[in-house]
């Protein structure tokens, strides 16, 4: 199993998409409850696998373009069938997933194994009959946006007009039509035009869950710009502009890579947003540009540990988080497998960890403490102990119930509340 | 913890040093620790690019680093810029061993480190101007002073701007670049203004899914029009190169 690099429920919950880094696309379907043992939950199993990306090899750069899917968004289902994007470094893929469990017997002009009769033996007219089969489920891309990025795509949404999405590299931002393949607008480019001045890149992008105008953008810096594509074509102005001023007490030469944006969510309801940098994740109020509502320490622990961080490279990593259905809660991920939710509500917080001995099928998780200094006690875990190869990056909660998912490296954890 | 690759082990906050630096009996200052987080961010810049295909993001965050510390050191008075002849690849090689991050606290106090980096970084700007046979360079000449990260953003300018070019064009290229991209020198020498000017010519490009060959001498021959600095009369004749391949495939 490989390294497992974007979790995702659809709309309904029902479906879970992971993808990885061999650009394979597991998508997982919850069971139906049983009626005969009503409190069992459904489970979540394997429903579809497809290589969603296979590597590609630049030639002029002599390079590899990775297959590892970077992102992968679902489309509100119309239909029967359901509908994904998935993305890597340099295309988009939009996939159509779809049921067969039935299949036509008796027509005149083939055989059953499909050879085409001979024409003379051919003496009645017979209408084929459609007979059950075992499921099968396919996947088949109907749509490949490509060769619109220079640099690599970090994030992909899709609006809620339900008929366009973007794209965001280092730099640009791009606005597709879902129908439309040969081409696409730009709606965000950053690039200066000396390279020199290069100071910030873009690190997240997604639209507003209800305004199909508005979309926000995060960037290395730590700042969030909200744009409104009725002001202009180039959204190269912001509308919003969100910024915390920084805490000159804590100022250090990791200020600018902790204060980086890996992932920017807005909640359900569309008011506010959620960030992560590498210590904390921050709520902010969409009308409130100069601090946020709420912050979140998810790690404070590793401040004193930066450098060691930054030299093994962890300091790097791109944490997401999530909210739960209700905006109540979020989650998101730390290392030595440990996760974090926090209660915006009561305000208390909690650490659990996604491991195989931690997580007997059906046993209630055990909060999880890391001991920041002096005595460690029983069941804490002292800092320079956390295995920091053991990084959750991904996490996604179900859009309607406390079912979480979460990826530990090639390992996929699904958790749920327990039964009363 | 978990360390990858270098040996040197880095100093967190003021309270552990005691206990992290067995060999080394003085408390190594404020400026010790800037230095050798200078020279961990300019390797993790070269390694950089020595991988599959650099991170921008950080590459841009690691540059910042450097910056910052650059400006602070150059507002402490502790960065002297020492106008000395380029010296060849001795201070390229002096900056990638990792020597340079063992150095004891001695030479720290006698500023032996900064006058070779600022040497490397003249010595970069002195193969700027001289080295042009190999790359398709326009009018600007070569301009003021850069600072090192600004070269790393070239270097991956170069890179990413080449990937949207066609197929038919990659025999260019392979013409002009004769080193191998492994090569530190290969990180430095290369660049230069003119992929500025390739990167709009080619930001125009991507949206035409089919260029014929004679766009493709349209944009070549603009910039090559424009110049009039003599470091370049060697690369009209290199481009005239290209254009008589573009024109025979």
Known sequence: ?420 | MFVRGLKRKCFDGEEDIEGTLAGIKAIPSYNLQRQSLLDMSLVKLQLCHMLVEPNLCRSVLIANTVRQIQEEMTQDGTWQMINTQSTGQASLDRLVSTDILCRSSREQAEGKHVPGYSTFNKDFEGDQAQDSSETMSTASSVQAPRNLQSNVWEMENTQENKGNFQKSLDQIFETLENKSPNSVEDLFSEVDNSYYDLDTMLTGMMSNTKMGHCDGLETFSSPATATSNSNCKSDLNELDHIVEILVES
């Open chain 1, 1 to 420: 199993a490989d390294i497992i690099s974007t979790v995702e429920f659809n709309y309904s919950g029902d479906l879970l998409a992971t993808g990885d880094k061999g650009g394979r696309v597991v998508i997982f379907q919850r069971e139906q409850e049983n009626k005969s043992r009503p409190h069992s939950r459904g489970e979540y199993n394997v429903y579809s696998t497809f290589q969603s990306h296979e590597p590609e090899f630049d030639y002029l750069k002599s390079l590899e373009i990775e297959e590892k899917i970077n992102k992968i968004r679902w489309l509100p289902q119309q239909n029967a069938a359901h509908f994904l994007l998935s993305t890597n470094d340099k295309t988009i893929k939009l996939w159509k997933i779809s049921e067969r469990d039935k299949r036509a017997e008796g027509y005149n002009l083939k055989d059953e194994d499909g050879r085409l009769r001979d024409p003379f033996r051919i003496t009645a007219l017979r209408v084929p009959i459609l007979k059950p089969m075992d499921l099968m489920v396919e996947a088949s891309p109907r749509r490949i946006f490509a060769n619109a990025h220079t640099y690599h795509i970090n994030s992909i949404s899709v609006n809620s007009d339900h008929e366009t999405y973007l794209s965001a590299d280092d730099l640009r931002i791009n606005l597709w039509h879902l129908e439309i393949t040969d081409r696409s607008f730009n709606i965000v480019d950053i690039k200066p035009a000396n390279m020199e001045e290069l100071t910030e890149v873009i690190t997240a992008a997604e639209f507003h869950p209800h305004h199909c105008n508005v979309f926000v953008y995060s960037s290395s810096k730590g700042t969030i710009r909200l744009c409104d594509m009725r002001s202009s074509a180039l959204c190269d102005r912001h509308s919003k502009f969100f910024e915390e001023p920084e805490d000159p007490s804590s100022r250090s030469f990791f200020s600018e890579i902790i204060s980086s944006i890996s992932d920017v969510q807005f909640s359900h309801s569309g008011r506010y947003m959620m960030t992560r940098d590498y210590l904390s994740v921050k709520v902010w109020d969409l009308n409130m540009e100069n601090r946020p509502v709420e912050t979140y320490q998810v790690h404070e622990y590793l401040r004193s540990k930066l450098c060691s961080l930054y030299e093994n490279d962890c300091i790097f990593d791109k944490f997401e988080c999530c909210w739960n259905g209700s905006d109540s809660a979020i989650m998101t991920g730390s290392y030595n497998n440990f996760f974090r939710m926090f209660d915006r509500n009561t305000r208390r917080d909690i650490t659990l960890e996604a491991s195989r001995e931690s997580s007997k099928p059906r046993a209630i998780l055990k909060p999880r403490k890391v001991c920041t200094g002096g005595k460690r006690k029983k069941d804490e875990i002292s800092v320079d102990s956390l295995d920091f190869n053991k990084k959750i990056l991904h996490t996604a909660w179900h859009p309607m119930e406390n079912i979480i998912a979460v990826a530990a490296t090639n390992n996929l954890y699904i958790f749920q509340d327990k039964i009363n």
